[in-house]
């Protein structure tokens, strides 16, 4: 009931992204990938869909997750995501913790004079070093693209890959494989289990 509760919130985010950004979003959330369904059985489904938008769950976060979500969910893994990775209330939130020092022992009042403050020289901030952001970016993305294209091309040349639709069918085969994986065959857990046991042999000998 209490988790129902608090997804009126991110519902209410993406409510309102639809209506003041449009189509094509791209929401990235820690639990993105059950939010999903959270969201399509929600009055906004519908219109969520229809815009071409999907779900995600944050890079760093994306890790913790199996890889089935992973390969599904990951920034790494959507293409055009470009080189965001969704973590700026983490990093928000990171730099808050040095409040801490000086609302310790300060009065509600005081503690929350002090956090809106920091929310909005942060804002400030962000705002000021606007132009520099997108310059990095920028350069960032343009390097990657010259030096890492390359490599890439020298790789698949040097494995004996086709091109690049060979890529994109692996992982739609690797998808389709992690969607239908199932439990372990009793033989391939009995043969993991014998080489662990061997090598513990192994250790001890």
């Given amino acids: 009931m209490g988790t129902c509760y608090r997804a009126k ?52 976060h994306g890790y913790s997750h199996n890889y089935s979500c992973q390969a599904r969910n990951h920034p790494n893994n959507i293409e055009g995501m470009g080189l ?7 990093r928000i939130f990171s730099g808050s913790n040095q409040l801490a020092t000086v609302t310790r022992y300060a009065t509600a009042y005081r503690r929350r004079l002090f956090i809106d403050l920091y929310l909005r020289q942060w804002d400030a901030d962000k705002y000021e070093n606007l132009a520099t952001w997108l310059y990095n970016n920028y350069v960032q993305a343009m390097k990657i693209i010259d030096e890492e294209t390359f490599a890439l091309n020298h790789a698949m040349e040097s494995l004996g890959i086709a091109g690049t639709q060979e890529l994109d069918r692996w992982q739609a085969e690797e998808l389709d494989y992690l969607q239908t994986l199932g439990k372990e065959d009793d033989y391939d857990v009995m043969a993991v289990a014998y080489v662990e046991r061997l090598q513990e042999l192994d250790d001890i000998r």
Wanted: proline share 3%; glycine share 8%; aromatic share 8%.
């Fill in 9 to 60: 919130y991110p519902l209410a985010i993406v409510a309102r992204a639809l209506q003041a950004l449009g189509p094509r979003l791209l929401a990235g959330f820690d639990i993105g990938c059950s939010f999903s369904a959270t969201l399509d059985s929600s009055s906004l489904g519908k219109e969520f869909n229809v815009s071409s938008s999907r779900c995600c769950v944050n890079a760093f």
């Fill in 84 to 90: 965001e990775d969704l973590e700026g209330m983490e």
